[in-house]
Nanobody, 132 residues
Framework: QVQLVESGGGLVQPGGSLRLSCAAS????????VAWFRQAPGKEREGLSC????????HYADSVKGRFTISKNSAESTVYLQMNSLKPDDTAVYSC?????????????????????????WGQGTQVTVSS
């Protein structure tokens, strides 16, 4: 069964850090561009970061640039999102998605390719809450 499973979410104080994991089973992540999204209640889904299958280049939304880092461990079929200097505004459900369709990862963090149909697989999401 092909699936993506996120983990690592939780409750953290402002200024703290979390590392999210997106573990793939039944597929080789090397063939997919992988993006991280988040969605807070009442807000639209936001593309945060993307790692390209073709070049390995990484891209970030302005809202998280300099604080979040995306990385991939191909041997473990896992993509990580290291989140530092967390703020209350970072509170959301975080999801990863894998796609063979996205031509440029930079478009994801610019607001494009946010539809579920743009991706072959989605994870179930993990809650991140930043609060004191």
């Amino acid at each position: 069964q092909v699936q993506l499973v996120e983990s690592g979410g939780g409750l953290v104080q402002p200024g703290g850090s979390l590392r999210l994991s997106c573990a793939a089973s039944g597929l080789r992540l090397d063939y997919y561009s992988v993006a991280w999204f988040r969605q807070a209640p009442g807000k639209e889904r936001e593309g945060l970061s993307c790692i390209s299958s073709a070049t390995g280049s990484t891209h970030y939304a302005d809202s998280v640039k300099g604080r979040f880092t995306i990385s991939k461990n191909s041997a473990e079929s896992t993509v990580y999102l290291q989140m530092n200097s967390l703020k209350p505004d970072d509170t959301a459900v975080y999801s990863c998605a894998a796609s063979t369709f996205i031509p440029f990862c930079s478009d994801v963090v610019a607001g494009g390719y946010g539809a579920r149909s743009d991706y072959d697989y989605w994870g179930q999401g993990t809650q991140v809450t930043v609060s004191s």
